[in-house]
């Protein structure tokens, strides 16, 4: 994880600008650099350091002496930059893994360069000799980045909006601080005195084609057919491997674990692999919760079955909602469900970074999405609609739940890495039959479940544990997350204001007293800027007034004797 900036055709002191690169800082607190661009005395690069590999030659932007007209700000990882290497002749001269993109752009262009990238990433390329400018990032937008650019041509880059907003511009009106589009790169041309024009924006991968890398994957052919022992097979073998090129860091592992099903498998898998490749440390994982949290008792569980040096994170309802206002500064999101379940993610990661070694961070972001795992696909229509949904939640990922994942976890300095959305294992279980992919006999993400079954990677009770929200399962059924937050924002919202509401905040307008307080808070930080969040995340094809599990009539606890213990039954 690392913070990434670039200004191009700046009207104003580079000096003055450099100082809105600072606000990302936390993305990078190893060593920062700026860097003006030889020849345009207004243009620069920014870029704040996490050391994951190389720590010796891994500053940016990255140049190498073969191509000395190219600049590279990237963040992410390339996981395939080996495989790469030898079928494609290259030489490299840094251990870096973004480097590969220096020489594929080189060797066959950024159309190709972007397809062949397997991994997580978002990155600047400045072509001084062509004078292109390029940006690009990953199929899911694991790895955030937004752009500004004035009627003028200045253009203006950065991981997150907050260091956009500061930027100084000769526009009369505040221009438009956008996210950059996940699966595609856009081609700039650059101008002599620094300003772009935009030649082309390019989809280079949808989410449902076979990535164009897997030639070079080492994992060799899938089972053929959707044959039931068949595909159950490619999915563990493609989750493996997904887990295994995820491996590549000079820095510790640890992985979050909140005793669901994803989570669960990631860290058992994690464990399984860190022994195979003889890692000598433990594996730390991570848990948070309310003292009566059923997440925290689950993954208790799972961390004495595969044996991991386990770390429970106690909070009160108290000190959540103290850190709310810092927590919506971080993420730029108003967004109900976005903010409710990043207060345990934001305050566990906070506690890896100040009590643990730990940098690289596993976790299960995107299985929901890809599997089915939300409750309320017991309601669909039918496995068609499923899909059609699943394929929606995932193309919108990084405006919730990946967005989540990298603001909160990078708000510590720490680098977060998601199995579930591997390119080869998320396109693959996209290509099964839709019927195959629905909830059964009552449980979801039934598929993923049965194909671990025989495995032994985890208790049985964990392996079928009904779907619990991670902000609904920090805490107990008792009393909710949810509940305590709306509890809280009673007393602190009145009626006649929320009457007002559509008065006041006419786009994505708060129906509810907690919406309301949290989009005050986004406005007191972000003025003006409530078209970053394009919607509200809300369950389909129920009347919900609500995102949270626990008030669909479908929910069921980890005790309901029609949960886990009826699938057992269902399925002898």
């Given at each position: 994880m690392c913070g990434i900036w670039a200004l191009f055709g700046s009207d104003e002191c580079l000096t003055v600008q450099c100082t809105t690169a600072m606000k990302i800082n936390h993305r990078g607190p190893d060593a920062f650099r700026f860097e003006n661009v030889n020849n345009f005395t207004n243009c620069c690069f920014g870029f704040h350091r996490l050391a994951i590999v190389d720590q010796l030659y891994g500053m940016q932007p990255l140049r190498i002496k073969k191509f000395p007209y190219l600049w590279l700000c990237y963040n992410g990882e390339i996981y395939n930059f080996k495989q790469l290497q030898k079928p494609l002749g290259f030489e490299y001269q840094t251990c870096m893994d973004g480097e590969v993109i220096l020489h594929l752009y080189d060797k066959v262009g950024i159309e190709k360069t972007a397809k062949l990238l397997d991994g997580v990433f978002a990155f600047i390329l400045l072509d001084t000799a062509n004078r292109k400018v390029i940006l690009g990032r990953d199929t899911y937008g694991v790895r955030p980045i937004f752009k500004l650019?004035?009627?003028?041509?200045?253009?203006?880059?950065?991981?997150?909006?907050?260091?956009?907003?500061?930027?100084?511009?000769?526009?009369?009106?505040?221009?438009?601080?956008?996210?950059?589009?996940?699966?595609?790169?856009?081609?700039?041309?650059?101008?002599?005195?620094?300003?772009?024009?935009?030649?082309?924006?390019?989809?280079?991968?949808?989410?449902?084609?076979?990535?164009?890398?897997?030639?070079?994957?080492?994992?060799?052919?899938?089972?053929?057919?959707?044959?039931?022992?068949?595909?159950?097979?490619?999915?563990?073998?493609?989750?493996?491997?997904?887990?295994?090129?995820?491996?590549?860091?000079?820095?510790?592992?640890?992985?979050?674990?909140?005793?669901?099903?994803?989570?669960?498998?990631?860290?058992?898998?994690?464990?399984?692999?860190?022994?195979?490749?003889?890692?000598?440390?433990?594996?730390?994982?991570?848990?948070?919760?309310?003292?009566?949290?059923?997440?925290?008792?689950?993954?208790?569980?799972?961390?004495?079955?595969?044996?991991?040096?386990?770390?429970?994170?106690?909070?009160?309802?108290?000190?959540?909602?103290?850190?709310?206002?810092?927590?919506?500064?971080?993420?730029?999101?108003?967004?109900?469900?976005?903010?409710?379940?990043?207060?345990?993610?934001?305050?566990?990661?906070?506690?890896?970074?100040?009590?643990?070694?730990?940098?690289?961070?596993?976790?299960?972001?995107?299985?929901?999405?890809?599997?089915?795992?939300?409750?309320?696909?017991?309601?669909?229509?039918?496995?068609?609609?499923?899909?059609?949904?699943?394929?929606?939640?995932?193309?919108?990922?990084?405006?919730?739940?990946?967005?989540?994942?990298?603001?909160?976890?990078?708000?510590?300095?720490?680098?977060?890495?998601?199995?579930?959305?591997?390119?080869?294992?998320?396109?693959?279980?996209?290509?099964?039959?839709?019927?195959?992919?629905?909830?059964?006999?009552?449980?979801?993400?039934?598929?993923?479940?049965?194909?671990?079954?025989?495995?032994?990677?985890?208790?049985?009770?964990?392996?079928w544990r009904p779907k619990e929200a991670f902000s609904d399962g920090i805490t107990s059924v008792k009393k909710s997350w949810f509940a305590l937050l709306q509890e809280y924002v009673d007393s602190q919202v009145n009626n006649s204001d929320l009457e007002r509401a559509e008065e006041k905040f006419p786009f994505n307008t708060p129906r509810t007293k907690e919406a309301y307080y949290y989009r005050q808070i986004f406005e007191k930080h972000f003025p003006g800027r409530a078209d970053w969040l394009s919607h509200y995340w809300m369950p389909k094809w129920i009347k919900a007034s609500d995102p949270s599990a626990r008030t669909l009539s479908h929910y069921k606890t980890e005790n309901d004797k029609n949960g886990a213990e009826k699938v057992h039954l269902d399925r002898c």
């Open positions: 650019i004035t009627d003028d041509g200045f253009l203006a880059v950065c991981s997150e909006a907050k260091g956009l907003v500061d930027i100084r511009h000769s526009m009369a009106s505040s221009p438009e601080i956008v996210p950059f589009p996940p699966g595609h790169y856009e081609v700039f041309d650059l101008k002599q005195n620094g300003k772009v024009s935009s030649v082309e924006l390019v989809k280079f991968h949808s989410i449902k084609n076979e990535p164009a890398h897997a030639i070079y994957d080492t994992l060799g052919s899938l089972n053929s057919g959707f044959e039931l022992e068949n595909v159950k097979g490619n999915i563990r073998l493609l989750l493996e491997n997904a887990v295994r090129k995820r491996l590549m860091a000079h820095r510790r592992i640890g992985c979050l674990l909140s005793g669901g099903l994803d989570s669960s498998l990631v860290a058992a898998l994690l464990r399984k692999l860190m022994k195979e490749d003889n890692i000598k440390y433990a594996l730390q994982t991570f848990a948070i919760g309310t003292e009566d949290s059923p997440d925290v008792r689950a993954a208790r569980k799972v961390a004495n079955f595969i044996g991991s040096e386990h770390h429970e994170v106690t909070f009160t309802p108290e000190e959540g909602i103290s850190c709310l206002d810092d927590v919506i500064r971080t993420l730029e999101t108003y967004d109900i469900t976005t903010v409710r379940a990043s207060v345990g993610m934001y305050l566990v990661s906070r506690y890896i970074r100040k009590t643990t070694d730990s940098v690289v961070i596993f976790s299960g972001e995107g299985s929901d999405e890809l599997t089915q795992g939300y409750i309320y696909f017991h309601k669909a229509p039918s496995p068609l609609e499923a899909a059609e949904e699943s394929e929606r939640l995932l193309k919108e990922l990084y405006m919730f739940d990946v967005l989540r994942a990298d603001r909160t976890t990078a708000a510590h300095g720490l680098e977060l890495r998601v199995p579930f959305l591997d390119h080869r294992f998320s396109t693959y279980y996209l290509s099964l039959p839709p019927e195959l992919r629905v909830p059964k006999n009552g449980i979801e993400k039934f598929l993923l479940r049965d194909a671990f079954q025989d495995s032994k990677l985890l208790p049985e009770e964990i392996l």
